[in-house]
């Protein structure tokens, strides 16, 4: 299967059903990201309910906090 994956394209040799096989694939952990599906917004609670099929867009989205804000 191939997939478009935060801009790059990947082909995919096992059968992933959903994002939450796809995080795993990719030894990614769910916490903290949210998920971009071909235009619609998906959070961790949907990762499972989620379909995969060949072509589609994804987009990866990590939140990290820190630093400083400095307002020059």
Same mark, same amino acid.
């Given at each position: 299967?191939?997939? &478009?994956?935060?801009?790059?394209?990947?082909d995919?040799s096992? $059968?992933l %059903?959903? #994002?939450k /096989?796809?995080?795993?694939?990719?030894?990614?952990?769910?916490?903290?990201?949210?998920i971009? &599906?071909n235009?619609?917004?998906?959070?961790?609670?949907?990762? $499972?309910? %989620?379909? #995969?099929? /060949?072509?589609?867009k994804?987009e990866?989205i990590?939140?990290?906090?820190?630093?400083?804000?400095?307002?020059?």
């Amino acid at each position: 299967m191939r997939l &478009l994956i935060n801009g790059q394209a990947h082909d995919v040799s096992l $059968s992933l %059903s959903n #994002l939450k /096989e796809l995080l795993s694939y990719l030894n990614l952990t769910p916490e903290g990201r949210i998920i971009e &599906l071909n235009d619609s917004i998906y959070l961790e609670e949907s990762f $499972s309910s %989620s379909s #995969l099929k /060949e072509g589609d867009k994804i987009e990866i989205i990590q939140f990290m906090g820190g630093g400083n804000y400095v307002n020059l």
